[in-house]
């Protein structure tokens, strides 16, 4: 991973270098055409990934964009607050270049925190066979919900990302592997797959500090990057569908076996296995304007019956946006403006089941409701301004925390 | 932009959740420790909380794998993460120690086999108490709780009660004018009152319920050797210091009319004969436990509570059927622990104050039927007292 990350810091800055001047005559020159996003809404959560604004360059093979979001968060947890603090969540960037017809790449780094966590969150080649029939082969991000694949700042009106996402699924999720994808259209329909094999999870799932069933702990296992834990491919797939009039719907999978059940050719446990099943959906409603989006998974992990309870074998999250624009026209120099309120809703059920001595219910669970209301100058920036309340119950069911925070910040594409 | 952003933060404090009332929560230090001391009180704290894994030590045979996952909120904890213990029944000591005693881990790290019960062990089923207040408790001298025993019941009022004289391991250091007999300590940690002071305690609980080894409890429950320690020995300083220094519940509604008709029958039908009122302590280096006078309802000794309650295991020099009082400060609280029901005694069996009261034999049956003896208004009024501390 080091080694991965050296490359791609040292081949950003060339570019970055390669870009700069080009950047200084811009203006009156004209060398750098923005190349906007897909309108022509043909495009599926599975295109997330190309469907950003890129900057090019007359001449440069290469087309770049990025993100960046920051926030000021005020919070509190049962009456005991932090203060005021700054966050720095993520700076994105990406860079595209189609190689020869048919073949292009895209690689996208990500600075989360600062600089505490850095990764490449994708960095693939695509080949195109057909259009029903692409080969992409790198870091690829696992098609699992829809929030994984187009889960860009800019994009969305909340600050936090949705817990179903975070905090139990482990967006946003990338490995190493390759698959096929492809896409058709017919009438107001369009209909898309992917497929792919790539390195898994690992034994953390059910070996962590957070003393749950957590898929995201295996996202700091940077040596999936360098091999697999187990030598079985972590398989995922998804299929969706889009009716123009109507909105998005997507089916997806993944699962595989995720422990470590060999060593050095040695059997040390049997082979267990996880299988997580998500459905989400998007909608536009054309009169009014509101627009949904939710997501839905299930998960369903073998955890020894001799190991504790605390890790639950099965867990269900969801989330739900809602987003009323209220006033969209030109507000100061802005063209297109918008200023809409959002809400969101926030569940996880990271134990579901019954503890074996007692027969009564495990808790461990959380709720949240965030209202937001967010301003738009153009729709490949947003300000929001979030209120975020959340009920947490410990495995007992027993009332852990309370908390709420508020949060300002930005999301830019540039 | 920052003036709207400060004043919606700020303004906005109404929205946030409020700070539950310092009675209604358990956790939190006592009055009048130094800065320096609530540092270690904040450290300690965390690490009561720290989650064990396979990489840091965890079983690999274990009962559960953090202290608060069975002492929730520093409160009761519930048949979930009950243990149990076997292979003693009688003075003589646990006969079942090369078998796995005495405690058994029915857990395991993925890929290794739990501890089984071995056939006929005698054993029973622990649930955790709370650890408030504990300091306290800690800091009596051992010629106070000397005054409260009788056990030879020479007042003849069919309450004995005695302390447990065990012997202790090398570790611990003796509380100031502690008073042995041939070479055993009184004890008073634990249900049974087995462990000598919460260093004891602490030490075996890494060890026997997390299956975490330290310089003081050096062997594995798993392979039966001595192996490196799995948790520092400043760590464990700094959780002993944090139960030493874990305020004692708050009672609520002390004035209440009920709640003290209730505290008055709670004396005359000699409940408080055995759940002790009052207790002073004695020297302590922590100054705000020195010479206090608080309200544990418990004498901190060993009484026969009959065949009811006698499930055939012991510890120490204690009989089978013989068990220390418990405290009832917080008692009201316990619920909160234990995700909103009563577990009761020392395996949870009883899931009401009522029930907890039935269960009371030998030594206690006078007083259970006096119990039974009020009307219902008065058990009512009694009930409310408990559930006040």
């Known amino acids: 991973m080091r080694t991965y990350i050296y490359t791609m810091s040292k081949l950003i800055i060339l570019v970055t270098f390669m870009v700069i001047p080009i950047f200084g005559s811009a203006q009156e020159e004209k060398i750098v055409n923005r190349i906007p996003t897909d309108s022509t809404q043909n495009n599926l959560n599975m295109d997330a990934v190309y469907d950003r604004p890129f900057l090019k360059f007359k001449k440069v093979p290469v087309a770049i964009g990025g993100y960046l979001e920051a926030n000021s968060i005020y919070s509190s947890t049962d009456g005991v607050s932090e203060g005021l603090s700054f966050q720095a969540r993520r ?27 850095i990764g490449i969150e994708f960095a693939a080649m695509d080949i195109t066979l057909f259009p029903l029939l692409n080969f992409r082969g790198g870091i690829v991000m696992n098609p699992i919900g829809g929030f994984n694949q187009n889960h860009d700042g800019p994009k969305w009106e909340f600050i936090e990302r949705p817990d179903e996402a975070v905090q139990m699924l482990p967006a946003t999720w990338s490995n190493v592997g390759f698959g096929l994808y492809g896409k058709t259209h017919f009438g107001n329909w369009i209909a898309g797959y992917e497929v792919y094999l790539t390195n898994g999870f690992d034994d953390s799932v059910i070996d962590n500090e957070l003393n749950k069933t957590y898929l995201p702990a295996a996202k700091l296992n940077r040596n999936r990057f360098e091999e697999s834990n187990n030598g079985i491919p972590l398989i995922s797939g998804k299929v969706a569908i889009k009716n123009r009039k109507i909105g998005e719907l997507g089916f997806s999978y993944m699962g595989g076996v995720y422990n470590t059940f060999k060593m050095e050719g040695l059997i040390v446990d049997s082979k267990r296995r996880l299988d997580v099943f998500s459905i989400d959906f998007n909608s536009t409603i054309k009169k009014s304007g509101t627009y949904f989006d939710g997501e839905a998974s299930y998960i369903l992990i073998d955890v020894p019956n001799t190991y504790t309870q605390q890790y639950g074998n099965q867990q269900f999250g969801a989330f739900i946006d809602i987003v009323q624009p209220i006033i969209r026209r030109k507000i100061l120099d802005w063209e297109n403006a918008s200023l809409n309120i959002a809400a969101r809703f926030d569940y996880v059920d990271w134990n579901i089941g019954t503890f074996n001595e007692s ?22 920036t947003v300000l929001r301004l979030n209120y975020r309340y959340s009920w947490d119950t410990d495995i007992f069911f027993n009332e852990k925390s309370r908390s709420a925070s508020i949060m300002f910040g930005f999301s830019t594409y540039f | 932009m920052v003036f709207v952003l400060v004043t919606i933060t700020y303004g906005c404090k109404k929205i946030m959740p409020s700070e539950p009332s310092e009675a209604e929560v358990l956790d939190g230090p006592i009055d009048g420790l130094t800065t320096a001391q609530l540092i270690q009180f904040n450290k300690g704290d965390a690490d009561f909380g720290e989650v064990f894994t396979s990489a840091t030590g965890l079983g690999p045979i274990f009962v559960a794998n953090q202290c608060a996952s069975c002492h929730a909120g520093d409160g009761k904890g519930t048949p979930f993460v009950q243990f149990t213990r ?119 609980a890494y060890n026997q319920d997390m299956g975490i080894t330290s310089l003081f409890e050096p062997i594995d429950v798993y392979s039966g050797q001595e192996i490196d320690p799995e948790v520092g020995t400043q760590t464990i300083h700094d959780v002993v210091f944090y139960l030493k220094t874990l305020k004692a519940p708050i009672p609520r509604n002390q004035q209440d009319s009920d709640v003290i008709a209730g505290k008055n029958l709670f004396n005359d039908i000699n409940c408080a004969k055995c759940h002790t009122p009052s207790m002073q302590t004695g020297y302590s280096p922590i100054a705000p436990l020195s010479y206090k006078e608080f309200h544990p309802y418990t004498d901190l ?35 909160m622990s234990q995700g909103g029901q009563y577990y009761l005694m020392h395996d949870g069996r009883a899931l009401s104050i009522e029930q907890a009261i039935q269960m009371h034999g030998g030594e206690a049956s006078q007083s259970r039927s006096l119990y039974n003896q009020l009307i219902e208004n008065q058990k009512n009024q009694l009930i409310k007292f408990l559930e006040s501390l």
């Open chain 1, 359 to 380: 027969n009564t219910n495990i808790g461990d669970q959380r709720i949240s409701i965030t209202p937001a209301i967010s301003f738009r100058p153009s729709s490949q």
């Open chain 2, 86 to 204: 076997f292979g003693q029944s009688d003075t003589l000591g646990n006969t079942f120690l090369n078998f796995g005693g005495p405690q058994l881990q029915h857990k395991a790290i993925p890929g290794y086999t739990p501890e089984q019960l071995p056939l006929g062990a005698p054993k029973t089923s622990l649930i955790a108490p709370a650890v408030t207040g504990l300091g306290f408790l800690d800091a009596v001298e051992d010629a106070f709780l000397l005054a409260l025993a009788d056990p030879f019941d020479l007042d003849g009022d069919g309450i004995s009660g005695r302390v447990h004289y065990n012997v202790i391991p090398s570790y611990v250091a003796l509380r100031p004018n502690s008073i042995p007999k041939n070479g055993k300590y009184i004890c008073r940690f634990g249900k049974k009152g087995g462990a000598y002071d919460l260093l004891h305690q602490t030490s075996g």
């Open chain 1, 91 to 117: 700076f994105t960037m990406f860079m595209s270049a189609s190689i020869y017809n048919r073949i292009k790449f895209l690689a996208e780094l990500e600075f989360e925190d600062g600089t505490k966590e």
């Open chain 2, 301 to 335: 000794l060993l009484h026969d509570m009959g065949s009811e309650l006698n499930d055939g295991y012991t510890e120490g020099f204690a009989l089978a059927s013989e068990w220390k009082t418990p405290a009832l400060w917080g008692l009201g609280l316990s619920k």
